[in-house]
């Protein structure tokens, strides 16, 4: 075998391991505090170097995914972010606290009917949103992707807007009030679309947020951002209820 073939069988197998490893954590089948297998443990599984598997490894644990502790061996750890769970953000908000440049690109946009499966409170099938996608970028690589869709019956303007100069979330910040809100997190695998706006292996591990807003009880937009798996977590901070 050559030494480009080496090479390319080292850089498949440690794609393989991180993606299986980040897909155990992020999905919930791995709880925080479960113990990792063995870097041993793990050479043995996919017939491997436990170089290639101590390389995955230091990736998880910068991620911090994974706290790695000598002899005792690694722990997932309780996932950390920088954007609250239970507050509307601006994505724009989430690259620059985190120290990045921000720019976005609008993917796509058109009005449609809205589908069965969409249906929210407050909207049936049938009624008239506009349809956005978005790629949000830190440091010009893709940090998010949104796909969204607008209640024009909620917000008409909408239809005439752009995007270009404000990404949709933020647009709809600062031009709608909303009165309720309901944010989702998920994890789910990649598949080719989103996998290719993201610079990702088809079947990578995501981290996703469904968000849903509401004006008076009347749908204002549903969103849905996929985040890269192994890149961004999340984390709510919350102060004890007056009685």
Known sequence: MSADRDTE??????????????????????????????????????????????????????AGLVLRRRRAGSVVLPQRSQNAVLEIHDVKEEVLAAGGWYGHEILGRRERPLRAEEAVAGAAPGVPV?????????DDAPFCLERRVIFLDAVPEAAEATFDAQAPGAWLLAHVPWSEAENEIGAEAADTDVAARLGLAAGAPLLTMTRRTWKNGEPVTQARFFYPG????MKARFTPSQS
């Open 130 to 138: 506009l349809d956005v996608a978005c790629l949000h970028r830190k």
């Open 9 to 62: 069988t080292t850089k498949s197998l440690h794609e393989t391991i991180l993606t299986d490893l980040e897909r155990n954590i992020l999905s919930g089948d791995w709880a925080p505090g479960h113990r990792v297998p063995s870097e041993l443990e793990l050479a043995e599984q996919y017939g491997c170097s436990r170089m290639t598997v101590n390389k995955v490894m230091t990736q998880l644990a910068q």
């Open 230 to 233: 192994g890149g961004h977590t």
